[in-house]
């Protein structure tokens, strides 16, 4: 059974910084691909950032280039996002995923996804 486990949300007002991390395990995971996605109240989710392991090439959203930055462990196993310049629009529950094949910026590429972590943002 293969899971994903995020850690590191948590209160933060607005300009601050917050560091998630995603961890994975399971006899049978492997990915070519994990990303980070939130869920704001009454909104879809949305994907974030996201990083290709056989590149190192990286995904950012619009709303979060320049501020948050995707990083991944040497095991491919573990990912972390760099939250900074924070606004309180970045509220919301984040979720860790993992996927293969197809492109890193479609949701139902994604097939291991964690439980969330939530992010408030207070201005």
């Known amino acids: 059974q293969v899971t994903l486990v995020e850690s590191g949300g948590g209160l933060v007002q607005a300009g601050g910084s917050l560091r998630l991390s995603c961890a994975a395990s399971?006899?049978?995971?492997?990915?070519?691909?994990m990303g980070w996605f939130r869920q704001a109240p009454g909104k879809e989710r949305e994907i974030v950032a996201a990083?290709?392991?056989?590149?190192?090439?990286?995904y950012y959203s619009d709303f979060v280039k320049g501020r948050f930055t995707i990083s991944g462990g040497n095991a491919k196993n573990t990912v972390y996002l760099q939250l900074n310049s924070l606004k309180p629009e970045d509220t919301a529950v984040y979720y860790c995923?993992?996927?293969?094949?197809?492109?890193?910026?479609?949701?139902?590429?994604?097939?291991?996804w964690g439980q969330g972590t939530q992010v408030t943002v207070s201005s």
């Open positions: 990083i290709m392991w056989s590149t190192g090439v990286s």
């Open positions: 399971g006899r049978a995971f492997s990915s070519d691909f």
């Open positions: 995923a993992a996927g293969s094949r197809g492109a890193m910026t479609g949701p139902s590429n994604y097939h291991y």
